[in-house]
């Protein structure tokens, strides 16, 4: 098996939707067969973006595209996305992070290796990048963030090292992660209500939602995320609540009595949405959750 590094530019020609498949053309095959099973990272190019290295995925298999000749998708396995918690830059000490675009002197190669869609990275280098964009120790600073009482970073205290496929593939871990970006491109606000709730210490009261749950082969993706109050949550999880394609807040009002709707859900029942068009919901994981939960009650993600 081969790790990748894979180039995704959002808007462009090709049919990707990085947490469920990547288009590429036929010079890549063999580079991209060599990685099924195995994990890639996506990587926004310099014209298109300031983002560098930002997202994970592990490659299930590959197959020709539907509709366009010459072409194929390699489509991951569901679940496995998970964006960085901070995206990684291109250089690091005014190195390239990828030894294939490095020259012998450390300076950035130029031209051709730069413009490859495809690239295989040895593990040493993934492992390296993804220990930027994902930390070992992200759930220590996560339960220490708001919470003064926490052992601090300057401590004594050293972290199990776990290797980087396991943090990869922990729930535990992806959780906080998923968590950790969904409600950082809200503001801390919440979706439905457009209330930003935090407690005495700081620490916000909005929690991130999964659209589509990962049991239902949804993703860890901030466009499958939506920050929500408890009680939206609780309300959305059930379907009793739910998202129209123009991004209008659905209610099932003969389970929702009017007085809650005017109380919980903002004027003009509208979604609040993130500044960044990149994290909107994505149409199909809301379209999913209209059709699979709004109306139904007993559900629970």
Not at 234 to 248: H, K, N, T
């Amino acid at each position: 098996m081969t790790k990748l590094i894979l180039i995704h530019k959002a808007g462009s020609i090709y049919d990707d939707e990085p947490d469920t498949r990547y288009d590429f053309p036929r010079q890549y095959l063999k580079a991209v067969e060599e990685a099924i099973g195995d994990w890639v990272i996506y990587y926004e190019p310099v014209k298109a973006g300031t983002r560098g290295y930002f997202a994970v995925a592990q490659v299930d298999r590959v197959v020709l595209h539907p509709s366009l000749n010459d072409r194929f998708m390699a489509l991951m396995v569901p679940g496995t996305f998970l964006p960085f918690d901070e995206c990684v830059p291109r250089l690091s000490g005014g190195r390239p992070r990828e030894s294939a675009l490095m020259n012998a002197d450390g300076s950035l190669k130029k031209g051709g290796a730069q413009q490859l869609a495809v690239r295989r990275v040895p593990e040493r280098e993934f492992a390296a990048i993804v220990s930027c964009g994902l930390p070992e120790d992200l759930e220590t600073r996560e339960a220490a963030r708001y919470d003064s009482g926490a052992p601090g970073f300057d401590d004594a205290v050293t972290p199990f090292e776990r290797p980087v496929l396991e943090r990869l593939t922990r729930r535990s871990y992806r959780d906080i992660a998923f968590r950790r970006r969904v409600r950082e491109a809200y503001g801390y606000r919440c979706a439905v209500s457009g209330l930003e709730l935090r407690n005495g210490g700081g620490r916000p009261e909005v929690q991130a939602a999964h659209i589509r749950p990962v049991a239902e082969k949804g993703s860890d993706s901030v466009r499958n995320g939506l920050a929500l109050s408890g009680t939206l949550h609780w309300m959305f999880d059930r379907g009793l609540i739910s998202v129209a394609e123009d991004y209008g807040i659905l209610v099932s009002h003969n389970k929702v009595p009017k007085d809650v709707v005017d109380r919980l859900i903002a004027p003009g029942q509208r979604l609040h949405l993130p500044s960044d068009r990149r994290d909107w919901p994505h149409p199909g994981n809301l379209r999913w959750h209209r059709e699979s939960c709004f109306g139904q009650s007993g559900r629970v993600s």
